[in-house]
C-alpha cells in the first residue's frame, strides 16, 4: 500500500469487508420500531448480522482508556463500550479501586465526535460526564459496569487470573515469579507468574514458542478481567499472547500464592521487609489507640520514677 499514491487502498478495503464479525452487537431498533415479525430472529444486513430484541441483551461493560476533568463541569472519561448499550441517566458500577472496590455513580451525558448522543452502542468509541465523581476517584483501566438500582452487590474484581499462553520470544527461560507488563484491554499493570502447567510436559519453565496454563498475579492492585479476553504480556524484548480462562476467587488466590511461595506468602527480601513494617506500624497504631485518661497517668507515674531525689540544702 502506498501512502502517495494511495495504491492498493481498495484491496485492503475488499480484505476488510470479507474478515467474519469477532462478536455480536445487539440492537435496539426491533422493539423501538413495534416490529413484531422479526422479534427473536436476526436480521441480516449485507455482511454484518444483528441481534434484535429476542435475545437477552448483553451486560453493559465500558472500558475507560482516558480521564479529562472540564473547567466548570467535572470528569469527563473516554473510552470503548465493550458491550451492551449505554444511555445517559443509567446507574452504574464505576471500578475497581485500589482496594477492589466498586462505587455507585451515573452517567449524566454522552457524547460522540463532540456531538451530544441519545445512547452509545457495543464497539463505539464515547467521552462520558460521570455524576459526582473527582479525578482522584478514576484511573486509566477501571470499567462502568450496568447497575440494578434493586441491588447493592459490587462486580467481583480479582488481582490473580489464568490465562493460556503462547510465548512469541524470550531469550532463556520463563519460571514462576517471572514478572512482565500485562495489556488487557485498557488495563496496564505489572504482573508477577505464580505456576505454570504444560498440558504435554511437567517442566514449569517456558521457552520461545511453548504453549501453557499461567497463573498471573497483579503487583498492585485489582482489576476487572472477564474470561475470554486477550492479552499481551512483555519485558523488554520479550513477547507473548494470550487470552484470560479463568478469574481466581480470594480463596484460590491464597492458595496459588501459598503454592508459589512453599508456604512463606513471601517474594522476596524486599517484600518481607514491608510485611514486617506493616505489621510494626499496625501494633503502634493500637498502642497509641489508648485512652487519654490512662495514657496521661501512666506519663505522670513515668515522669514521678524518673524524678530525680532532692539533695538536702547546706547552711
Known amino acids: 500500500i502506498s501512502n502517495v499514491t494511495g495504491e492498493g487502498i481498495d484491496s485492503l478495503q475488499t480484505f476488510l469487508n470479507v474478515l467474519p464479525l469477532s462478536r455480536c452487537y445487539s440492537a435496539p431498533m426491533a422493539s423501538s420500531r413495534g416490529d413484531a415479525a422479526n422479534k427473536g430472529k436476526t436480521i441480516d444486513k449485507g455482511k454484518k448480522h444483528t441481534a434484535v430484541s429476542g435475545e437477552a441483551p448483553a451486560k453493559m461493560q465500558f472500558d475507560i482508556s482516558e480521564i479529562f476533568v472540564v473547567p466548570f463541569v467535572g470528569t469527563i472519561v473516554s473510552g470503548v463500550v465493550a458491550s451492551g448499550t449505554l444511555k445517559p441517566g443509567d446507574p452504574v458500577w464505576l471500578g475497581p479501586d485500589y482496594n477492589g472496590h466498586f462505587l455507585a455513580t451515573a452517567v449524566r451525558t454522552i457524547q460522540r465526535k463532540r456531538v451530544d448522543a441519545q445512547a452509545a452502542y457495543t464497539g463505539q468509541s464515547v467521552s462520558l460526564w460521570l455524576k459526582k ?47 512482565a507488563m500485562i495489556h488487557c484491554g485498557s488495563v496496564r499493570q505489572t504482573a508477577r507468574i505464580l505456576s505454570i502447567e504444560q498440558a504435554d510436559v511437567s517442566a514449569d519453565t517456558l521457552r520461545t514458542g511453548d504453549r501453557a496454563r499461567v497463573v498471573f498475579q497483579f503487583l498492585r492492585h485489582p482489576e476487572y478481567l472477564t474470561e475470554g479476553t486477550r492479552l499481551i504480556f512483555r519485558e523488554g524484548r520479550t513477547k507473548g499472547v494470550g487470552k484470560v480462562v479463568r478469574v481466581l476467587n480470594k480463596a484460590e488466590e491464597l492458595e496459588a500464592v501459598s503454592r508459589a511461595t512453599k508456604g512463606t506468602m513471601v517474594f522476596d527480601q524486599r517484600s518481607l521487609k514491608v510485611m514486617n513494617e506493616g505489621i510494626r506500624h499496625r501494633a503502634a497504631s493500637a498502642a497509641n489507640a489508648a485512652t487519654p485518661s490512662s495514657a496521661a497517668n501512666g506519663s505522670g507515674a513515668a515522669a514521678a520514677k524518673k524524678a530525680p531525689p532532692k539533695l538536702p540544702m547546706k547552711g
Open 133 to 179: 465523581v473527582t479525578r482522584s476517584q478514576v484511573r486509566k483501566g477501571m470499567v462502568l459496569l450496568g447497575r440494578n438500582e434493586h441491588s447493592a452487590e459490587e462486580p467481583h474484581s480479582s488481582q490473580t487470573f489464568e490465562a493460556e499462553v503462547v510465548v512469541l520470544y524470550h531469550s532463556t527461560t520463563i519460571s514462576s515469579r517471572y514478572q
